[in-house]
C-alpha cells in the first residue's frame, strides 16, 4: 500500500510541477532558516557546557552592600582574598583556582613577536576545566614558575608545530618560560578565553601586589569545582559569610553561580539572576518556529489551492470504494515526500551558508554530523513538518462529497471550513507585521544608543599598548609623535577608555556618612593632557597640568561620585587615597567607560606617571587615517622595535560594546524578510484557488463589460482587507512585546506611529505587489474557455 500511495504522489507531484516546486522551495526555505537559527540558539545555550562535569563549575561572585545590607550591585570579580579561603575552609569545593590577567600581551619566540590574550591561574585550573592535551601532563603543566602552556593554534604561530615541548618563549621580552603543554584551541562559546596559560608563582614574581592579596580588591576571577551540585544552597550559606569573617571594612556576600548559566543568566537585581542572554534565545527559537510554521501555512495554501483539479480524483476514488482513512494516507505521503525533498535542499542550504552566517555574526558555529543528536533533530523537525503541512489538506481533500465533486458542484470541505485559509493568510501576515515593526523598533533603538553622548572625544581618539620601552619612555613617544603631526595630543592611562575597571572601597572625604565606607568607586589612573586628549567633558575646575607641582597629587571625580558623596562645593576639597591626601581639581561629567546602555556610575581620576598600560592619541583630522597610523607605527617601532604595534580605535572598541543588539538585529532582519518572502508565496496560493474557484464569476463579468481593472479590483480589495485585518492583530502584539524588550534600557527611545505605519503600508504594498500578477492572469482570461464547458 506504502508503495502505491508513493508512487501516486510522485505521479501528481510530477504532474503539477509548478505548484510542487513552489511547495519545495518555501519548505526548503523555510526548513534551512529554522535549522539556522536553532544552530544558534544551540552555540549560545552550550557555552561552557562542553568541559567534563560542566555542572561542576562554579564562578565565585559578589553581592556588593551598603550600610544597611542591602545588595547594591553584583560583580563577577569576588576580592583577591576569598579563594584562598574556601579552599581551607569549605571542604565540599573539590578545587578553586584564582585567575588573573587576560590582557593582549606580547610572547615570542627567538625571531618572531606577537600580540596575543596572556592568562595567570593556579595549578589547579587543569583540574576545573579538562583542557583537552595535545602534547604535555595536566597534572604537572603548571607546577614550576616558568612554565606556561600554549593553544595549538599559538603554537602554529610562534613555531609552525605542536610539537613544541620544553622549547622557549620570551613574555614581553622580559622573562624566559619553558613550553610544558599544548592544549587544543578553546571552543569559540567559551566565556575564559586566552591564547596562552601561565602559572599564579609567574604572575606573584613580576607582580608584588600579587602576593598579599587585599580584600578589598577586585582584580582577579576564581573558578570552582564542587563535588555535588545538589549541596550548592548549603555551600553559598558558608562561603556568603567568609567575606565579612576576613575584612570589616565593607560588607560583602560572596557567592558560587554556575559557569554554565552565567552567559544566559548574567542579569542581576538584589542578588539574584533576573535573565540575561535567554530572552534573546527565547525570541530566536519562537522566530525559528515562526517560520517554519509560515512555511507550512504556505504549504497549506498551495495545497488547497488546487484543490478543484483533485475534487474528481477524491470523487471517483470514493465511488469505487476508497475509505476516507486511505485518502488521507495519500495526501500525507504526498506532503511527507515534498518534505523529504525539501529538507535535502535545506540541508545544502544550511551547509552552503553556514560560513558567510558565522562571518556575518563573528561566530564560530560548526555541525558535527558524527552526532546523533542533530540527525534525530533534524529528522524530528521533518516529521513535525510534514505532518504540519500535509495534515490539513489531508483532511480538506478527503472530505469532498463524492456526487458533489462529480457532478461539477463546488468541492468544500464540512468538516473545516474554507475560510481557514483566509485564517492561515492573516496568522502568516500578522506573523511579517510583527517582525517588521520588531525590525524598525530595534534599528532604532540601536541608533538612538549610538547618537547617545559617549562623553568624550571617541571618533579620532586611538590607543596604543604601552608595552616594551614603550613604558619607561613615554615622554619621548609622546614628544616624537607630536612632532610628526599625527596627533594633536598624547596621554598616558592604566586601562582603555572603553574598559575602566578598577573598582575599590575606602575613600574618605570631609562629612563622609557611615555609609560612604561602603561605597564602590571606579578608578582610572592617568597623566597629564588626560582631559585635552580624550575630550572629557569638565563641569567645573580644570585638567591636569604641569603648571601647578600639586597636581602630582590630584584627583578628579564623576558628577555622580559628587552626588553619592553629596559635596557642595567639590573643587579644592581633600579626599583621602589609600592613605594619601588628594587634592579635587576638577568634576568631569559621566562618561561611558562601561556599557552604553547604563548611566554613569561614581568615578575617581587620579594623577600617577607611574601607572601606565595605555597610551591615548588624538589624531590629527588634517592628515588621512593611514598616514596618521604609518607615523605613530613608525614611532612606535623606533622607540620599541622587538614588539609589535597595535593600534585601536576607541569607535570601534566601543561598537563592540553592542555586539548582542547587532546580532539581534542582523538575525531579524535576515529571517524577517524569509518570513515575509514565504507569506507572499503563500498569499499567492490563496489567489490562485481564489481565481479558480470564482472562473465562471469572472467570465460573466468580462461578457457583460467589466474591464480588466474591474477584475483585479474584485480579486485584489479581498486579499488586502486580509492583510489590515493582520494588521489589527500583529501591531498590538508587536507593540506589546517590543515596548517590554525596550525596557530592559535604561535609555530607550519609543515605538512611533511612524514605525507603525510604516510596517503595515510596507507589508500591504508587499501583498499588493504579490496579488496582482495573480489577479492580473486572472482578469486576462478569455472569458470564453471561461463558460463553454456550461
Known amino acids: 500500500m506504502f508503495r502505491l500511495n508513493l508512487k501516486i504522489a510522485l505521479r501528481n507531484l510530477w504532474r503539477n510541477k509548478t505548484s510542487s516546486v513552489i511547495n519545495i522551495i518555501g519548505l526548503a526555505i523555510g526548513l534551512s532558516a529554522c535549522l539556522l537559527l536553532l544552530l544558534y540558539v544551540n552555540y549560545e545555550r552550550d557555552f561552557d557546557r562542553h568541559f567534563k562535569d560542566a555542572d561542576k563549575i562554579y564562578q565565585v561572585m559578589t553581592n556588593f552592600q551598603d550600610a544597611s545590607g542591602k545588595i547594591t550591585s553584583t560583580g ?92 622557549t618563549v620570551r613574555y614581553k621580552n622580559a622573562n624566559n618560560l619553558k613550553v610544558t603543554g599544548v592544549i587544543k584551541n578553546l571552543p569559540a562559546n567559551t566565556s575564559l578565553r586566552f591564547d596562552y596559560l601561565m602559572p599564579w608563582s609567574f604572575f606573584e614574581s613580576i607582580n608584588s601586589y600579587v602576593k598579599n592579596p587585599g580584600w578589598g580588591d577586585f582584580s582577579f576571577l576564581a573558578m570552582a569545582r564542587v563535588n555535588n551540585p545538589a549541596t550548592i544552597d548549603a555551600i553559598n550559606a558558608k562561603v556568603k559569610k567568609l567575606f565579612n569573617e576576613n575584612y570589616t571594612a565593607q560588607k560583602n556576600e560572596n557567592f558560587l553561580f554556575p559557569l554554565s548559566d552565567k552567559h544566559l543568566h548574567g542579569e542581576f537585581l538584589n542578588g539574584k539572576s533576573v535573565g540575561g ?69 535545506a540541508a545544502a542550504i544550511v551547509e552552503v551558508s553556514l560560513p558567510l552566517f558565522n562571518n556575518l555574526l563573528q561566530i564560530d558555529i560548526t555541525i558535527d554530523y558524527g552526532n546523533t543528536g542533530y540527525w534525530l533533530g533534524i529528522f524530528s523537525i521533518a516529521l513535525v513538518t510534514g505532518l504540519l503541512s500535509g495534515a490539513y489538506p489531508a483532511l480538506f481533500l478527503s472530505s469532498f462529497n463524492p456526487i458533489q465533486t ?60 604601552q608595552d616594551g620601552e614603550l613604558f619607561g619612555k613615554f615622554e619621548l613617544f609622546k614628544a616624537q609623535a607630536l612632532k610628526t603631526g599625527a596627533v594633536t595630543s598624547v596621554n598616558q592611562s592604566s586601562q582603555s577608555m572603553t574598559r575602566v575597571g578598577n573598582w575599590f572601597y575606602g575613600l574618605e572625604w570631609p562629612g563622609m556618612e557611615q555609609r560612604g565606607k561602603e561605597i564602590v568607586f571606579n578608578r582610572l589612573q592617568t597623566s597629564y593632557d588626560f582631559v585635552k586628549t580624550t575630550g572629557v567633558e569638565l563641569i567645573s575646575g580644570r585638567d591636569f597640568s604641569r603648571d601647578f607641582a600639586s597636581d602630582t597629587a590630584a584627583i578628579l571625580l564623576s558628577s555622580t561620585a559628587v552626588k553619592v558623596m553629596k559635596l557642595k562645593d567639590p573643587v579644592g576639597t581633600t579626599v583621602k587615597l589609600f592613605g594619601n591626601q588628594l587634592k579635587v581639581i576638577g568634576v568631569f561629567k559621566d562618561f561611558n567607560w562601561d556599557s552604553p546602555y547604563r548611566s554613569g556610575r561614581q568615578m575617581v581620576i587620579n594623577f600617577s606617571k607611574n601607572e601606565g598600560g595605555i597610551i591615548n592619541m588624538q589624531l590629527n583630522p588634517a592628515n588621512s587615517l593611514s598616514k596618521n597610523i604609518a607615523l605613530i607605527s613608525a614611532v612606535a617601532k623606533n622607540i620599541s622595535p622587538e614588539y609589535p604595534v597595535e593600534i585601536g580605535f576607541v569607535n570601534e572598541l566601543y561598537s563592540r560594546k553592542m555586539h548582542s543588539e547587532n546580532i539581534l538585529g542582523i538575525l531579524v532582519n535576515l529571517f524577517g524578510g524569509i518570513a515575509i518572502l514565504i507569506s507572499c508565496m503563500g498569499l499567492y496560493g490563496l489567489v490562485t484557488y481564489s481565481a479558480e474557484q470564482r472562473t465562471k464569476e469572472f467570465g460573466v463579468r468580462r461578457v457583460l463589460g467589466a474591464s480588466v481593472g474591474n477584475i483585479m479590483q474584485i480579486l485584489s480589495v479581498s486579499f488586502l482587507k486580509m492583510v489590515f485585518v493582520a494588521a489589527c492583530i500583529g501591531v498590538p502584539l508587536a507593540y506589546y512585546l517590543m515596548n517590554r524588550w525596550l525596557t530592559s534600557f535604561e535609555f530607550r527611545t519609543t515605538i512611533s506611529f511612524l514605525v507603525l505605519l510604516s510596517s503595515i503600508g510596507g507589508t500591504a504594498l508587499i501583498a499588493l505587489l504579490t496579488i496582482s500578477f495573480q489577479a492580473y492572469k486572472a482578469a486576462k482570461a478569455n472569458p470564453v474557455q471561461a463558460l463553454k464547458y456550461e
Do not use: W
Not at 79 to 106: F, L, Q, Y
Not at 411 to 432: D, E, G, H, M, Y
Open 277 to 345: 542572554e535567554i530572552e534573546r534565545i527565547y525570541l530566536f527559537i519562537a522566530l525559528a518556529f515562526g517560520i517554519l510554521l509560515v512555511a507550512c501555512i504556505n504549504f497549506m495554501n498551495m495545497a488547497t489551492a488546487k484543490s478543484e483539479r483533485r475534487a474528481k480524483e477524491v470523487g471517483i476514488k470514493k465511488t469505487i470504494g476508497a475509505t476516507r482513512g486511505s485518502l488521507i494516507t495519500q495526501f500525507l505521503t504526498e506532503a511527507m515526500v515534498l518534505t523529504a525533498v525539501a529538507v535535502l535542499i
Open 406 to 465: 462529480l457532478k461539477k458542484k463546488t468541492a468544500r470541505a464540512k468538516l473545516i471550513p474554507v475560510n481557514l485559509r483566509q485564517v492561515l493568510v492573516v496568522t502568516q501576515f500578522s506573523f511579517a507585521i510583527m517582525l517588521i515593526i520588531a525590525t524598525l523598533v530595534i534599528y532604532k533603538q540601536m541608533q538612538f544608543i549610538k547618537n547617545r553622548p559617549v562623553g568624550y572625544n571617541i571618533n579620532l581618539l586611538a590607543e596604543l599598548p
Open 76 to 167: 563577577f570579580s569576588p576580592g583577591n582574598g576569598i579563594a584562598m579561603a574556601i579552599k581551607a575552609k569549605i571542604p565540599e569545593v573539590d578545587v578553586i583556582t584564582r585567575i588573573g590577567g587576560g590582557d593582549r600581551s606580547p610572547i615570542a619566540n627567538a625571531q618572531k613577536v606577537f600580540n596575543r590574550v596572556d592568562l595567570f591561574a593556579d595549578p589547579d585550573i587543569l583540574k576545573v576545566f579538562n583542557y583537552e592535551f595535545i602534547a604535555g601532563n595536566p597534572n604537572t603543566a603548571l607546577n614550576t614558575p616558568n612554565s606556561i602552556v600554549l593553544t595549538q593554534e599559538t603554537a602554529i604561530l610562534l613555531f609552525g608545530t605542536t610539537d613544541v615541548l620544553n622549547k
